[in-house]
C-alpha cells in the first residue's frame, strides 16, 4: 500500500470574498448629501523623536546635531470636511461554498482523502460555529480598525440590496458588542451567521452589502488603509490608498479582522487571525509556533496523513485556514 504525502501543488481560493472598502463623509446634524473622502498631501516640519542609534547617542556632537534639526516629511492625510461629523464606510461579502476541494492538487490520492476529512468535519460540526465568529466580527466592526477606536458611535447596517434597502440586520452602536468574545447575545448576530452559513453550505448564492455610519466629530482625521511602497526613491513618506479619488480600506484589511476568530492557540487572552502560524505583525510574534505542533500544517498534516483528529477547537481552527485560503503545498509553489 503506497503512502500518502503531502501533495507538492495545494492550494484553496478563499470563501469570504471581500471588496475593498470607500470612505464617503456627511452630516449627522443636517443630514447633507453624501460626498467622497479625499485624500490630500501635507509636508511638515517636525522634530526628530525616534530613539537614535548608539553610534550617534554616544557622541554628544553628533547627538547634538542631529536632535536640533528639523524633521522634514511629506505625507498623505485624509479627514472629514468640516461640516461633516460622520465617516460612512460600504463595502460587501461574497459567501462561496466550502466543501473542501482544493483550486489545484497534483496528488489525487491525497485529494480524495483530504474531502473525505472535510466532510466528516462538516458532517459532525457543521459550518455554524465558524459562521458565528465570522458574523460577531461583521457586527462589531473590528474591520474599522482604528476608526473603531476613534468613534462616538457606529451605526452599522448590513443588507442583501446594495443600495442598503430591506437590511437583515441593523447596529444601533456596533461599539457596545465585545472584541475579544463570541458569546455575545445580539439579535443582529444570528441573521448575518444565518446567512454566512448559507453561503458556506452552498444553499443558496449570498453577498450582502455593510454600511457603517461612524460618528468622528467635524474635521477630525480617518484612516484609509496605508499603501506599502517598495520603492526606495518615494518621495513621500506615508502613501494612503484611494480609487477614482475616494479614499479606501484594502480588502485584505477587512478579512483579516473578519477571521479573527483564533481564541485556541495555546494559552490565549484575544483573538487572533487565522492564520498558518497564528502570525500577528503588529505584535512582531506568531502565537502558533511550529515547535509547539500547534500550528496548520502540524496540525493539517497529521489529521490528513495520519488519521491523528485533532480537538474540536483546532478542528475549527483548520477548516477557518481553509477558507482563509492560500497554497498549502510541499513545494510552497502553487
Given at each position: 500500500?503506497?503512502?500518502?504525502t ?5 492550494a ?15 452630516d ?6 453624501r460626498?467622497p ?32 534639526k528639523?524633521n ?7 479627514s472629514?470636511?468640516?461640516d ?7 463595502w ?8 473542501g ?38 457586527a ?6 482604528r ?10 447596517t ?8 430591506n ?5 444601533a ?5 465585545s ?5 455575545q ?7 448575518i451567521?444565518?446567512?454566512i452559513?448559507?453561503?458556506?453550505k ?9 454600511k457603517?455610519?461612524?460618528k ?9 488603509s496605508?499603501e506599502?511602497i517598495?520603492d ?9 490608498y484611494?480609487k ?18 483564533d ?11 487565522a ?14 509556533q511550529?515547535?509547539q ?8 498534516d ?9 480537538s474540536?477547537?483546532q478542528?475549527?481552527?483548520?477548516m ?15
Amino acid at each position: 500500500m503506497m503512502t500518502l504525502t503531502t501533495a507538492s501543488v495545494l492550494a484553496f481560493e478563499r470563501n469570504l470574498d471581500i471588496s475593498d472598502a470607500y470612505f464617503w463623509q456627511l452630516d449627522s446634524a443636517s443630514g447633507n448629501q453624501r460626498r467622497p473622502v479625499g485624500i490630500q498631501t501635507k509636508s511638515v516640519r517636525g522634530t526628530i523623536s525616534n530613539r537614535l542609534k548608539a553610534a550617534i547617542a554616544n557622541d554628544p556632537v553628533k547627538l547634538d546635531a542631529e536632535i536640533e534639526k528639523p524633521n522634514l516629511q511629506t505625507v498623505d492625510v485624509a479627514s472629514l470636511d468640516h461640516d461633516c461629523d460622520t465617516l460612512l464606510v460600504k463595502w460587501s461579502c461574497k459567501v462561496l461554498p466550502f466543501t473542501g476541494k482544493p483550486s489545484v492538487c497534483n496528488d489525487q490520492d491525497y485529494q480524495t482523502k483530504l474531502l473525505s476529512v472535510v466532510d466528516s468535519y462538516l458532517a459532525g460540526q457543521g459550518v455554524g460555529e465558524l459562521a458565528r465568529r465570522y458574523a460577531c466580527n461583521i457586527a462589531n466592526a473590528r474591520w474599522l480598525w482604528r476608526n473603531r477606536l476613534g468613534a462616538e458611535t457606529i451605526k452599522l447596517t448590513v443588507s442583501l440590496n446594495a443600495d442598503g434597502s430591506n437590511p437583515i440586520a441593523e447596529i444601533a452602536n456596533a461599539k457596545n458588542l465585545s472584541l475579544t468574545s463570541f458569546d455575545q447575545a445580539d439579535e443582529a448576530v444570528a441573521p448575518i451567521a444565518q446567512l454566512i452559513a448559507q453561503g458556506l453550505k452552498g444553499e443558496a448564492f449570498v453577498i450582502f452589502y455593510i454600511k457603517a455610519e461612524v460618528k468622528m466629530g467635524y474635521g477630525q482625521e480617518v484612516y484609509p488603509s496605508q499603501e506599502l511602497i517598495l520603492d526606495t526613491g518615494k518621495d513621500k513618506s506615508k502613501v494612503l490608498y484611494q480609487k477614482k479619488d475616494i479614499a479606501g480600506m484594502h480588502s485584505q484589511k477587512i478579512s483579516n479582522a473578519i477571521r479573527t476568530i483564533d481564541t485556541w492557540y495555546p494559552e490565549a487572552q484575544f483573538p487572533i487571525a487565522a492564520e498558518p502560524y497564528g502570525t500577528v505583525t503588529t505584535l512582531g510574534t506568531a502565537f502558533r509556533q511550529p515547535k509547539q505542533k500547534q500550528d496548520f500544517y502540524s496540525l493539517f498534516d497529521k489529521w490528513v496523513l495520519d488519521d491523528q483528529l485533532p480537538s474540536l477547537e483546532q478542528q475549527h481552527y483548520v477548516m477557518a485556514v481553509l477558507i482563509r485560503g492560500g497554497v498549502f503545498g510541499a513545494s510552497g509553489k502553487e
